[in-house]
Nanobody, 115 residues
Framework: VQLVESGGGLVQPGGSLRLSCAAS????????MGWYRQAPGKQRELVAR???????NYGDSVKGRFTISRDNAKNTVYLQMNSLKPEDTAVYYC??????????WGQGTQVTVSS
C-alpha cells in the first residue's frame, strides 16, 4: 500500500489548510483512514479518523476546527483544518487500516502555523 500526502505548508494563525492523502495498492479493502500528528518532543497523536462507513472521531484539541472526509471511489481522505493555531504545528501523517493485513503510514507532511 502506498500513501501520498499533500497540502501541508506555512500558514498564519487563524488560517486554513487542506491535507489530502491518496491510497493505492490496497488489495483487501480499507477499513479506516486517518490523520495523526507529531510535534517535536511529543508523542504521535490522533487528529481525526474516518471509517469506510463514514463514522468519524477527532482528537479533543481539534474538535470544531478540523473536518475529515473521504472519497471512497478515489481511496482518498481529506483533512480540512480551519482556525489554525501555533500549537497545531507538527508533521501530519496519514494512516490506513486495511480490512486485512498491515497498517500503512504516509511519509508525513509538515504543517507550520506561525506569523
Amino acid at each position: 500500500v502506498q500513501l501520498v500526502e499533500s497540502g501541508g505548508g506555512l500558514v498564519q494563525p487563524g488560517g486554513s489548510l487542506r491535507l489530502s492523502c491518496a491510497a493505492s495498492g490496497s488489495a483487501f479493502g480499507i477499513n479506516a483512514m486517518g490523520w495523526y500528528r507529531q510535534a517535536p518532543g511529543k508523542q504521535r497523536e490522533l487528529v481525526a479518523r474516518i471509517t469506510s462507513g463514514g463514522n468519524t472521531n477527532y482528537g479533543d484539541s481539534v474538535k470544531g476546527r478540523f473536518t475529515i472526509s473521504r472519497d471512497n471511489a478515489k481511496n482518498t481522505v481529506y483533512l480540512q483544518m480551519n482556525s489554525l493555531k501555533p500549537e497545531d504545528t507538527a508533521v501530519y501523517y496519514c494512516k490506513l487500516t486495511p480490512n486485512f493485513g498491515a497498517i500503512a503510514w504516509g511519509q508525513g507532511t509538515q504543517v507550520t502555523v506561525s506569523s
